[in-house]
């Protein structure tokens, strides 16, 4: 089985701060990892996705994340933080099997102040 | 640039209504989804859909769920009873494949809210 687990359930920065959103995960088999965004009244928005290529995943708004098989962690950074860049953001686990679905974490609210 | 689209965006029911809660996938989209967030808690995963038929489902989906797409093109979850703790913020996701590696393309939701 899969899980995810989001360490702080709310962050905040200053604008121009670096973003570090965490995530671990747990599975028994090589995982597919993401980073979905929420914006208020919108749906989920693919952020980007660890498939087994590089370690090192770079996705849109400046986001990337680094997968990192010894610490079974998948953290999301942003070397400056924009006001636009606040939101909620899941974490989620998937695996290379018929009909899996996307096992995501509780979700971060990241705050972002002037 | 194509999308999920879900409606109502929020919908009030009383304890003990059917409700039915609609989606429209991608159109070239093969597998489709739904998903709840309660309110403070994780986004769950409530069933897998393909081929017109569930492909796995959660725990969560028990007798008072069902799901349906009557046609080519809508996709919709009915909750036949509601319970309070049904309120949720329920979302649809679809996929042009299977595989794990493919993203999902999620709706905007639909907030129930059951009184």
């Known amino acids: 089985a899969q899980s995810v687990t989001q360490l702080g359930s709310h962050v905040s920065v200053s604008e121009g701060a670096l973003v570090l959103l965490r995530c671990n995960y747990s599975s028994s088999v090589p995982p597919y990892l993401f980073w979905y965004v929420q914006y208020p009244n919108q749906g989920l928005q693919l952020l980007l996705k660890y498939t087994s290529a590089a370690t090192l995943v770079k996705g849109i708004n400046g986001f990337e994340a680094e997968f990192k098989k010894s610490e079974t962690s998948f953290h999301l950074t942003k070397p400056s933080a924009h006001m636009s860049d606040a939101a909620e953001y899941f974490c989620a686990v998937s695996v290379n099997q018929a009909g899996t679905a996307l096992i995501f974490g509780k979700g971060t609210t990241l705050s972002v102040s002037s | 640039e194509p999308e999920v689209t879900q409606t109502p965006s929020h919908q009030v029911t009383q304890m003990g209504q059917e409700v039915i809660l609609r989606c429209v996938p991608i159109?070239?989209?093969?597998?489709f989804y739904w998903y709840r967030q309660i309110l403070g808690q994780k986004v769950e995963f409530l069933v897998s859909?393909?081929?017109?038929?569930?492909?796995?489902k959660s725990e969560i989906f028990d007798d008072q769920f069902s799901v349906e797409r009557p046609d080519g093109s809508n996709f919709t979850l009915k909750i036949r009873s509601t319970k309070l703790e049904d309120s949720a913020m329920y979302f649809c996701a679809s996929k042009i494949v299977q595989g794990g590696n493919t993203e999902a393309f999620f709706g905007q939701g639909t907030r129930l809210t059951v009184v």
């Open positions: 859909f393909y081929n017109n038929e569930i492909s796995e």
């Open positions: 159109s070239n989209h093969l597998y």
